[in-house]
């Protein structure tokens, strides 16, 4: 890497714009969650998500759907166990994998965010109509693409 200065403009750059609307989505889904008294935060509640869509799932398989690294996936999933939302059942086939359940109590919790996340998405998409909707989810996923390819060698 050289030390040659770039010159960076931040306000009309995606990232800043992208990173800061992350933030203020977290923040306001975490107050929404404490405020009707649901324990959880937005990566466990992703967590309960997948597991309701794919119950059952291995461990590692887990950690590459929620974009987390082992070790944290583990951490995280202790939390979980703790609060009854989760039970991790060593493989059968291979004992060094785990697969991942959904208690009863979480998908009770992972069904009362739902109300919750539907007040937070109302809010996001006040004054957007659908064209605008999908323009901001086509470029998104384009952005997310760029990510996926190979870097350019020069």
Avoid: C
């Avoid at 008294?37 to 794919?54: R, Y």
């Avoid at 202790?78 to 291979?94: F, G, L, P, T």
């Amino acid at each position: 890497m050289s030390a040659e200065i770039v010159d960076i403009d931040f306000e009309t750059s995606i990232g800043p714009w992208l990173g800061r609307t992350v933030k203020m989505v977290d923040y306001h889904l975490q107050e929404a969650f404490d405020a009707y008294g649901v324990d959880l935060t937005k990566e466990q509640m992703i967590v309960l998500k997948k597991l309701n869509e794919q119950d059952g799932i291995n461990q590692n398989e887990l950690a590459l759907l929620t974009y987390r690294d082992k070790s944290s996936l583990a951490r995280l999933l202790s939390k979980m166990e703790a609060k009854d939302y989760i039970k991790r059942i060593q493989s059968v086939e291979d004992k060094r994998n785990n697969q991942v359940f959904i208690t009863t109590h979480g998908t009770q919790t992972f069904l009362a965010t739902r109300p919750i996340i539907q007040e937070i998405i109302d809010i996001m998409e006040d004054g957007l109509d659908e064209e605008n909707k999908m323009l901001i989810i086509s470029t998104l996923k384009k952005i997310q693409n760029n990510f996926k390819k190979p870097p350019e060698t020069n």
